[in-house]
T-cell receptor, first 111, second 115 residues
Framework: TQLLEQSPQFLSIQEGENLTVYCNSSSVFSSLQWYRQEPGEGPVLLVTVVTGGEVKKLKRLTFQFGDARKDSSLHITAAQPGDTGLYLCAGEKGGSEKLVFGKGTKLTVNP | DTAVSQTPKYLVTQMGNDKSIKCEQNLGHDTMYWYKQDSKKFLKIMFSYNNKELIINETVPNRFSPKSPDKAHLNLHINSLELGDSAVYFC??????????????FGPGTRLTVL
């Protein structure tokens, strides 16, 4: 059973469009991280959200943690080709000693 | 300057062989990890070391043995390689685990192909 479900699995859009990627679970997480991974490289942290209902913005990227801390979303405004990559959410369950990753959303932004 | 480095970048070998992957971090972090990313890009933790002490050992076959000579290094040795071991292996590091899950810094990965 996959603890963190990400959707969609693949997303191909045109430059300038908006998009939202979702990370859902039936479990409560004490914190949730979003990473972006480019081909041939390791994941790089974008943001960590820790409070239910929290919204964080990183330029054109907006991250939201669900009120119940079971889900999160990533919204990208006016996507650019440089946004292309694999977006991974990762959650920490309270008292756990490991970070659980979702399977990722592969985003392609076409010029 | 590379924060987390791994060698080799690519590793192609025959079934049954023994191989090692090396990892070094120059961030002064206390905790290091090994992750396996399969062909579907699913990233799963294998091991975690804190100050050279093993703290996480997921259900990984005994053929995989991590070794941490000091807190800046975490190497992964794999015995009797199998076809299913083909994947990209990532090393990562973070600050002291006991203070919560901070940012994990990943290495560039080692693509292992078992023929």
């Amino acid at each position: 059973t996959q603890l963190l479900e990400q959707s969609p699995q693949f997303l191909s859009i045109q430059e300038g469009e908006n998009l939202t990627v979702y990370c859902n679970s039936s479990s409560v997480f004490s914190s949730l991280q979003w990473y972006r991974q480019e081909p041939g490289e390791g994941p790089v942290l974008l943001v960590t959200v820790v409070t239910g209902g929290e919204v964080k913005k990183l330029k054109r990227l907006t991250f939201q943690f669900g009120d119940a801390r079971k889900d999160s979303s990533l919204h990208i405004t006016a996507a650019q080709p440089g946004d292309t990559g694999l977006y991974l959410c990762a959650g920490e369950k309270g008292g756990s000693e490991k970070l659980v990753f979702g399977k990722g959303t592969k985003l392609t932004v076409n010029p | 300057d590379t924060a987390v480095s791994q060698t080799p970048k690519y590793l192609v070998t025959q079934m049954g062989n023994d191989k090692s992957i090396k990892c070094e971090q120059n961030l002064g972090h206390d905790t290091m990890y090994w992750y396996k990313q399969d062909s579907k890009k699913f990233l799963k933790i294998m091991f975690s070391y804190n100050n050279k002490e093993l703290i996480i050992n997921e259900t990984v076959p005994n053929r995989f043995s991590p070794k941490s000579p000091d807190k800046a290094h975490l190497n992964l040795h794999i015995n009797s390689l199998e076809l299913g071991d083909s994947a990209v292996y990532f090393c990562a590091s973070s600050q002291d685990l006991t203070s919560g899950w901070g940012e994990q810094f990943f290495g560039p990965g080692t693509r292992l192909t078992v023929l």
